[in-house]
């Protein structure tokens, strides 16, 4: 790889971070480690009710399915606070809501971001081709973020990254032009006094999350439903998030008794985990949305991930 170039996925990187993405960094686009663990998934069943992951499974084992011709991935994060306290929103009054989702929907804060990014990317390569995903497209995202140095995929599934822990949005640049290869990089905005976030404790290595892991069991052992069969393994079929988001129609009896005052997604195995406990959340609302008319709800719904509730 030439110097130019390497110079222009800097000068790309710089723009990520001036948009207001917290992490970047680049993965090769190839078949992902986790391809055949995510279809023996699908294959036991695990999905539930999510049958748009198993019609698109063979999508997922090449991003070729969603640019052809594509080299690398820009791995792109932000945590839940930079994009919840970008602006109010009246969803943060509801109780029962899963922290990422009360604020506005991260999938429009990102997808603004990523115009601009592309906008950028075709300057510095006019003659290659880009595009800009959210967690909609049929990628296995989690692990070309672990190949991009963002993090390492926890017992609870979830990306853990040493500064923001696992609230963060994922998204992805693809591209046709080889990107400066940063796998081995630890690629954080925190060295500009512009985007600096002091909020979350930084554990002093990636490798602190995998000890950690090791010693800890919390996500498995605190979730009421034990819906994280064992490490890196969850369940749809009995995760409170499903129910409570995925799912239309009638709750089983077994997992309605486990509800309590949930209402839109579930927490537990996210704030149980040690990689998250020095990070700032949101205040958590005092209205009972089981309390409101459906017209009202809609209203305070509108613009947040709540509005999918209503599709």
């Known amino acids: 790889m030439n110097a130019t170039n390497e110079l222009k996925t800097t000068e790309l990187k710089t723009t990520a971070f001036e948009l207001g993405f917290e992490l970047c960094g680049v993965a ?6 986790t391809f055949d663990a995510f279809e023996r998934w699908i294959n036991n069943g695990q999905h539930a009710g ?3 992951l198993a019609e698109k499974c063979s999508a ?7 640019l052809q011709g594509v080299q690398s991935i820009l791995m792109l994060g932000v945590s839940f606070a930079t994009v919840l306290n970008s602006e109010y929103h009246p969803v943060q009054q509801l109780t029962g809501v899963a922290e990422y989702a009360r604020g506005i929907d991260y999938h429009h804060w990102i997808r603004q971001r990523l115009r601009k990014l592309e906008t950028k990317y075709l300057q510095l390569f006019p003659n290659s081709q880009c595009r800009g995903v959210v967690d909609t497209a049929p990628i296995l995202e989690k692990q070309f ?3 991009a140095g963002l993090g390492k995929i926890g017992y609870n599934t979830l990306l853990i990254n040493p500064q923001y822990g696992s609230k963060i949005f994922l998204a992805a640049l693809l591209s046709t032009q080889h ?4 796998q081995k990089e630890q690629p954080s905005n925190t060295n500009s006094s512009k985007f600096n976030t002091t909020n979350c404790h930084t554990p002093a290595s990636q490798e602190e999350i995998t000890l950690s892991c090791n010693n800890c069991q919390r996500c498995l052992t605190r979730c009421p439903t034990q819906a994280l069969v064992k490490p890196f393994v969850l369940d ?4 409170l998030n499903y129910w409570t988001i995925e799912h239309h129609g009638k709750i089983p009896e077994e997992i309605q008794n486990n509800l309590h005052q949930l209402f839109f997604g579930c927490d537990i195995c996210v704030n149980v985990c040690p990689h998250n406990q020095h990070c700032t959340t949101l205040p958590k609302g005092t209205i009972n949305p089981k309390s409101l008319n459906t017209e009202i709800l809609f209203r305070i719904a509108a613009g947040s991930p709540l509005e999918r509730m209503f599709r």
Do not use: T
């Open 28 to 33: 090769p686009a190839e078949q992902p480690k």
């Open 50 to 52: 999510m049958n748009y």
């Open 60 to 66: 997922r084992k090449h991003p070729n399915s969603v």
């Open 145 to 147: 973020a672990v190949e």
């Open 179 to 182: 990107l400066q290869n940063s």
């Open 236 to 239: 749809a079929r009995r995760c």
